[in-house]
């Protein structure tokens, strides 16, 4: 499955982003989709996890828990990340990632990746 991940910006402290994850080439409703996020002189890391089976089965990193919201839109073959409530420490290059089985917590359990978005969060 191909991944386009889009909607990073510039955005002061406490503001909100909404990001996309558009596919295509296959159905995005039987992927698990992952947000990770990779910082400057960082590894990168998991954000946000939504199963294939329940829109409700999602997971999310204790530094975005309560702030960020991933969902699914199967008939758009869309994934979103709202994020809410941001910080200077979540300012990365945040990516999507599909995969049909894995360990959704680590980046090796992703076989697809989209190219990125950029989010810098301002004081």
């Known amino acids: 499955v191909q991944l386009q991940a889009s909607g990073g910006g510039l955005v002061q402290a406490g503001g909100s982003l909404r990001l996309s994850c558009a596919a295509s080439?296959?159905?995005?409703?039987?992927?698990?989709m992952g947000w990770f996020r990779q910082a400057p002189g960082k590894e990168r890391e998991f954000v946000a996890y939504?199963?294939?089976?329940?829109?409700?089965?999602?997971h999310y990193a204790d530094t975005v828990k309560g702030r960020f919201t991933i969902s699914r839109d199967n008939a758009k073959n869309t994934v979103y990340l709202q994020m809410n409530s941001l910080n200077l420490e979540d300012t990365a290059v945040y990516y999507c990632?599909?995969?049909?089985?894995?360990?959704?917590?680590?980046?090796?359990?992703?076989?697809?990746w989209g190219q990125g978005t950029q989010v810098t969060v301002s004081s």
């Open positions: 939504i199963s294939w089976w329940s829109s409700s089965s999602t």
């Open positions: 990632a599909a995969t049909l089985s894995g360990n959704f917590y680590s980046r090796f359990g992703y076989n697809d």
């Open positions: 080439g296959r159905p995005i409703s039987i992927y698990h």
